[in-house]
């Protein structure tokens, strides 16, 4: 099967395309057009380095009707290649946010159904076994009524390895942007598909004050509380908040309060701590699956059987609107009503056990 990735702008491009090279059920074709002449990071450089098939534009790796797409370029262009994807007649994985804007993915939803493809939202962490674990000893009632969650999603400024990330017109926000929507997604799949009413958010960009640094004008640390129709509250940390020398990227975990138990989640737990004595900082050797594979083996599986891929842009959809609620929040310094971005029913709810 002829598979695409489409610009390696986010830091997760490199990943994508390491995992796909090294498939024989895959001939892996990729463009990244908008790289800057001379980055060794992105473009032709990075696909020779990794033995990846290079074409020179979007337009001559979609005349080669790929059956699966991955979108991986700056949050605020993934609309035009979406839409440019399904008209091609690809089935489409699109790094998280789905969009930046409400309207842009709505375009996105709609351009896909119209061409009868599928539009997958990448959120990898619904995939691990733990979350299963967890989703399903909530659903059992065993625990007793879901009373709170606490989130925490930081990381590293990703702006150390792409400097987009810290330009507005290309990120569309900063780490609210970014890191709010994995736990929002994991959020939508506990509650079944239930939405927040109101968010109530707080940020600034202590962590990097200075203008000329790798935050610019966006914001560096956030923390935002929902409120839910039957009255569980959640906080999201979403900060960047690991310095460069942490022994870890970024890490993401939950604290769910239930009525008869507390239950925590973590992603990605420390299979193995030490002492790096070349680098003098801490190593930390990550446990767990590798759940970037897990995403593109789910996602592989749907283009290739022409299935509906979950989490599809309606789950991409609604962890945006509590996004865009955020930062409405941020604006007046008030609660923010979340629009309704759906049914009010998730995609974990369609027949479709989308978080193994």
């Given amino acids: 099967m002829k598979v695409a990735v489409l610009s390696f702008a986010h830091v997760h491009a490199e990943t994508y395309l390491r995992l796909l090279r090294d498939r024989s059920d895959i001939e892996l074709i990729a463009t990244d057009p908008d790289a800057e002449p001379g980055d060794l990071k992105r473009g032709k450089a ?177 923390l935002i509380t929902l409120t839910y129709p039957r009255g569980l509250v959640a906080t999201i940390d979403c900060s960047w908040s690991h310095p460069a020398t942490h022994p870890t990227w970024g890490g993401l975990t939950l604290t769910c309060v239930a009525e008869r138990a507390l239950v925590e989640f973590d992603a990605f737990p420390p299979l193995l701590t030490g002492y790096d004595t070349h680098r003098a900082t801490p190593h930390w050797e990550p446990g767990g699956i590798d759940l970037d594979a897990a995403m593109l083996n789910s996602f592989l599986t749907a283009a290739r059987t022409g299935q509906r891929a979950h989490p599809d842009g309606e789950s991409g959809l609604r962890t945006l609107e509590t996004v865009l609620a955020a930062y409405r929040s941020l604006h007046t310094g008030r609660p923010a009503p979340v629009t309704d971005a759906g049914s009010g029913q998730s995609s974990s709810g369609e027949g479709h056990d989308d978080s193994r």
Wanted: aromatic residues 4%; contains cysteine; negative net charge.
């Fill in 46 to 222: 990075l696909a020779d380095e990794l033995g990846v098939s290079y074409r020179s534009s979007y337009e001559a790796v979609l005349a080669e009707r790929p059956r699966a797409v991955i979108v991986v370029s700056e949050n605020t262009r993934h609309r035009h290649l979406v839409e440019q994807a399904a008209a091609a007649g690809a089935h489409i994985l699109c790094e998280k946010p789905l969009a930046t804007t409400e309207a842009d993915a709505r375009a996105m939803i709609e351009a896909c159904e119209t061409a009868g493809v599928s539009l997958m939202t990448a959120y990898p962490v619904r995939f691990h076994p733990a979350f299963t674990a967890l989703r399903h000893t909530l659903a059992g009632g065993s625990l007793g009524r879901l009373l709170s969650v606490h989130g925490v999603n930081n990381s590293s400024p990703p702006a150390l390895e792409r400097s987009w990330f810290a330009d507005p017109a290309l990120s569309g926000g900063g780490a609210i942007m970014d890191h709010t929507v994995h736990i929002a997604d994991l959020l939508d799949i506990l509650l079944d598909g239930e939405q927040p009413t109101h968010v109530y958010a707080v940020a600034n960009n202590h962590l990097t004050p200075h203008r000329d640094d790798t935050a610019g004008g966006v914001e560096s640390a956030g």
